[in-house]
């Protein structure tokens, strides 16, 4: 095991004392505790996590030097093909639980497989919408943790911290943007600031996120896009990232959930907010007062979820992983999702 302060019980102290865990190298968890959860998995999640490695076998890399889907229709552009090799991120999941279950060498091997394809061959463009599904990479590097060949480890800690750096960059340019382009800066700029365990980027990602909190949330917990686009999609959008970024501080003993804002805006009053629509108790149709043409573009071109009524599981996987962070909201993302997946539990760090 690497020299990162990686054991189960340094985590274990950490959650139960709050002290920042800088050094631990890992963005959700680390490799000893997702091993400990993998070994007390159900009989269910283990028949599920391997057949979805099983699923992700026969797949054969596709990197890109780069990806792109902002802005684009189906068939245009690049968004198909970007769409089509993001698919290696999620088998790269899929196989790194698959070796956590079971312990089996060729999940292993594949996920390593494809993990060193994207490395030799990607650079990221610090563009957030398209690059959002990398979470995907950074809870596979996690779940493999020192099984990992060291020289690719390595490359994945500089991968990391580039994004970061880049991604930190972006988010002092756009300060003023207060939008799901600015949350999604933020989850992936914290995500590389806690795996390369750069205290200087995680407190420059945590005064980054209490601003968005008090520019992207108003009193009432709503917030910016959903008035800007008419759609509670949007508001999915905004909240999801910063939740995620929020859970990754809570994996290493810091509660970015309890963060007010100078306006008095905090994580919880924007869930507060949404959760009657969450629950159905209130509605909303999508899009019909939205001022962005391209919204209209995505209705007229039968995009599914631009028009019509919102349909409360659209909300699934951020009161999931809200529930990490607060036990209030448990019961509404298990109405809304039923049971989490392993790689779900993973992430949110629980066992």
Not at 17 to 22: E, N, P, R, T
Not at 169 to 190: C, F, G, M, N, P
Request: aromatic residues 10%; negative net charge.
């Amino acid at each position: 095991m690497r020299s990162l302060g990686r054991a189960a019980l340094v985590f274990g102290l950490v959650a139960a004392s709050g002290v920042s865990a800088l050094a631990q190298g890992f963005a959700f968890t680390n490799g000893t505790l997702a091993a400990a959860n993998c070994k007390a998995a159900s009989d269910g999640e283990r028949t599920q996590a391997i057949a979805l490695a099983q699923a992700a076998l026969p797949r054969f890399p596709h990197p890109m030097p780069h990806v792109h889907v902002e802005g684009l229709l189906p068939h245009q552009g690049a968004r198909d093909e970007s769409l089509l090799a993001e698919q290696d991120w999620t088998a790269a999941r899929d196989l790194a639980v698959g070796y956590c279950v079971t312990g089996q060498q060729i999940y292993l091997d594949h996920a390593d497989t494809i993990l060193a394809a994207w490395l030799k061959e990607y650079q990221p463009n610090f563009n957030p919408v398209d690059e959002t599904n990398l979470e995907q990479l950074f809870l596979a590097a996690d779940i493999l943790d020192s099984a990992m060949p060291a020289p690719l480890f390595a490359q994945w800690q500089a991968f990391a911290g580039r994004l970061s750096a880049g991604y930190l960059e972006q988010i002092d340019k756009h300060v003023t943007t207060a939008d799901h382009r600015q949350s999604l800066r933020l989850k992936l700029a914290t995500m590389g600031a806690y795996l390369v365990a750069d205290a200087g980027a995680i407190g420059h990602a945590e005064s980054a996120f209490t601003t968005q909190l008090g520019a992207n949330i108003n009193s009432e917990g709503d917030v910016t896009d959903f008035a800007k686009h008419d759609a509670l999609r949007y508001a999915v959008y905004d909240l999801e990232p910063l939740v995620i970024a929020g859970l990754a501080a809570h994996d290493h003993g810091e509660n970015w959930y309890g963060i007010t804002a100078s306006n008095g805006s905090t994580l919880a009053s924007a869930l507060q907010w949404l959760s009657p629509y969450a629950t159905g108790a209130q509605t909303n149709q999508e899009f019909q007062n939205s001022g962005v043409p391209f919204d209209a573009a995505r209705r007229d071109a039968g995009v599914a979820g631009y028009a019509g009524q919102w349909q409360p599981q659209g909300s699934a996987l951020l009161y999931l992983y809200a529930s990490a962070l607060d036990r209030q909201w448990g019961e509404l993302a298990f109405k809304l999702g039923g049971t989490p997946k392993l790689w779900q539990r993973l992430e949110m760090g629980m066992s």
